[in-house]
């Protein structure tokens, strides 16, 4: 059995001084997860979303149904 590693990644829009997240979207295909922690604190807690959880987010902050901050 192989168990796959998390690659974690940051945005691009991510140049904000280190208050950002990373995400290990390779996971969602395999695992139906995308695992999201604090680029700060990479051995701290990591929240476990489900993949269409995930994708109706970033759905939503495309369109900009989140706001902005």
Known sequence: M????PG???SSYSENGG???EVAANLA???GVVPIRDSKNPT???LNLPAT???TFIAGVKTGE???V
Request: hydrophobic content about 40%; aromatic content about 14%.
């Open 19 to 21: 208050a950002c997240v």
């Open 8 to 10: 974690w990644f940051t």
């Open 29 to 31: 295909a395999t695992h």
């Open 44 to 46: 701290g807690p990591v």
């Open 53 to 55: 959880a995930f994708t």
């Open 66 to 68: 989140l706001g902005t």
């Open 2 to 5: 192989t168990t796959e590693t």
